[in-house]
């Protein structure tokens, strides 16, 4: 049985650090896509960040560039997300995904697997 799970959300001020962690189990996504995505409330569930299968590219949503990075461990057991300056419009349930497809994948249709989701606030 494949399960994604997401944690390390929380409450953080303003300007303020996170980091995501996303472990695999059940299957190795060393071939795979990974992708974090994030649900504000009342808001469609949009892409946030990409890595390559191999961890060689790595592509974000333009409001996060600089600021965001996504990561993985060798094995691809464990994907991150380490999250700088956090601003209030950052607030979302974030989720990290795979996609077994090739390239740069930012639709959420072309992803398989998802994790449950982490809560991330950030107060003014």
């Known amino acids: 049985q494949v399960q994604v799970v997401e944690s390390g959300g929380g409450l953080v001020q303003t300007g303020g650090s996170l980091r995501l962690s996303c472990a695999a189990s059940?299957?190795?996504?060393?071939?795979?896509?990974m992708g974090w995505f994030r649900q504000a409330p009342g808001k469609e569930r949009e892409f946030v960040a990409w890595?390559?299968?191999?961890?060689?590219?790595?592509y974000y949503r333009d409001s996060v560039k600089g600021r965001f990075t996504i990561s993985s461990d060798n094995a691809k057991i464990t994907l991150y997300l380490q999250m700088n300056s956090l601003k209030p419009e950052d607030t979302a349930v974030y989720y990290c995904?795979?996609?077994?497809?090739?390239?740069?994948?930012?639709?959420?249709?072309?992803?398989?697997?998802w994790g449950q989701g982490t809560q991330v606030t950030v107060s003014p």
């Open positions: 995904a795979a996609t077994q497809f090739g390239g740069l994948k930012t639709s959420q249709a072309t992803y398989r697997y």
């Open positions: 059940g299957r190795t996504f060393r071939s795979y896509g």
């Open positions: 890595i390559s299968s191999s961890g060689d590219s790595t």
